[in-house]
């Protein structure tokens, strides 16, 4: 029963989110460059494969590549994998469940013709769509939605952790409003703290339904009519904090720019300031010159490995946006690695 349930679903997941994904002709013209020149030999990963889309998509349109697609919710990682296999693709599609800073584990531990080409050649075009799914939105027993009331989890990989629930109950009142204030960028990061750890102690927190309750009367009246929905910034911030976000992608930027072949590109689509500023630092840090700074020449050797392809963070068209509203906070940033690290020792530099 619960096995005709999930496929059930699963074909509903596919007609629902049937729309074009996020920026979806953008970033596959970012990654073009770098996936044709590599041919035969390209391998394309989509760190956050939620419904599929983008990688359905991509398989489509560069009918050389194969694509290595990762997601730490097995729920999504079955039903893009049953999409993919729908589309006739699925003989060029390696499914992995694990967060996306898991790379380069997959490539030391995956088998097969797929995982041996990105050994051979290394990753020609990767794709980190940050956040958040809205298939995962969906689902209102996973607690993402402020919207309904359900059971405070937010996990994206449900079998493991801890539950938003969890970080309610049993973080101080220091630490509570750390969570809000830091990734939530929440004004009453402090009262809210005090009204949860008061109103734990009488009854532990279990569903969103209650916590809403809770951020309407400790919000001021007037903070509450500007800025959307009083509880967003709240959700916002305990999300990030259960699945550990930020510290998947501050792992995830070093681990797939290092797995990049020569030419290969990585583009990341940031739906908050947090994410933004962690990606603009590492880009910036690995498009630098190691030659010290006041000498007339570059010295030899010195040069970065990588170029940035976008300037500045991109952000949608008002058509991106009508083809698809979650596309509106999109921040985009583009590097490609224009030489491996053993070609940057060749004296005189990388020709």
């Known amino acids: 029963m619960e096995e005709h349930k999930h496929a059930e679903y699963g074909e509903r997941l596919a007609e629902n989110h049937g729309h074009v994904p996020v920026l979806r002709d953008r970033v596959t013209a970012l990654l073009a460059p770098a996936v044709e020149s590599a041919g035969d030999r390209a391998v394309i990963v989509d760190g956050t494969l939620g419904a599929g889309g983008h990688a359905e998509h991509f398989l489509r349109v560069f009918p050389q590549a194969v694509l290595m697609g990762f997601d730490r919710d097995p729920a ?9 296999h729908r589309a006739g693709l699925g003989e060029r599609f390696y499914p992995v469940h694990a967060r996306y800073d898991q790379v ?6 995956g088998e097969g013709a797929i995982v041996e080409r990105a050994r051979a ?14 298939m995962q939105l969906d689902q209102v027993e996973r607690g993402f939605a402020y919207r309904v009331d359900a059971p405070l989890d937010m996990r994206m990989d449900p079998t493991s952790g801890r539950t938003a629930a969890d970080v309610l109950n049993t973080y101080s009142h220091g630490e509570l409003a750390k969570v809000l204030k830091t990734y939530g960028d929440e004004r009453f990061a402090g009262k809210i703290a005090s009204a949860v750890v008061r109103e734990r102690e009488k009854e532990p927190f279990s569903t969103s339904g209650r916590l809403v309750e809770l951020l309407y009367a400790t919000i001021p009246a007037a903070a509450r009519r500007t800025g959307g929905h009083p509880a967003k910034r709240t959700f916002q911030a305990l999300r990030v904090e259960v699945n550990e976000e930020l510290a998947s992608l501050a792992a995830a930027l070093p681990a797939i720019t290092s797995s990049l072949g020569s030419g290969g590109r990585a583009v990341f689509m940031s739906y908050q300031s947090h994410e933004d500023r962690l990606v603009k630092r590492h880009f910036a840090e690995v498009t630098a010159s190691a030659t010290p700074p006041g000498l007339p020449v570059e010295l030899p ?13 991109q952000k949608a068209t008002d058509r991106e946006i009508d083809d698809n509203p979650r596309a509106a906070p999109v921040r985009v940033r583009a590097i490609e690695r224009i030489r491996t690290d053993a070609e940057s020792t060749i004296p005189g530099g990388y020709q």
């Open 301 to 313: 050797g010195t040069q970065p490995n990588f170029r940035l392809i976008t300037r500045g963070a």
């Open 104 to 109: 380069k584990e997959a490539l030391e531990r």
């Open 76 to 84: 999504s990682l079955d039903n893009a994998t049953r999409r993919i």
């Open 121 to 134: 050649h290394g990753i020609a075009g990767a794709l980190y769509d940050l956040g958040v799914s809205s």
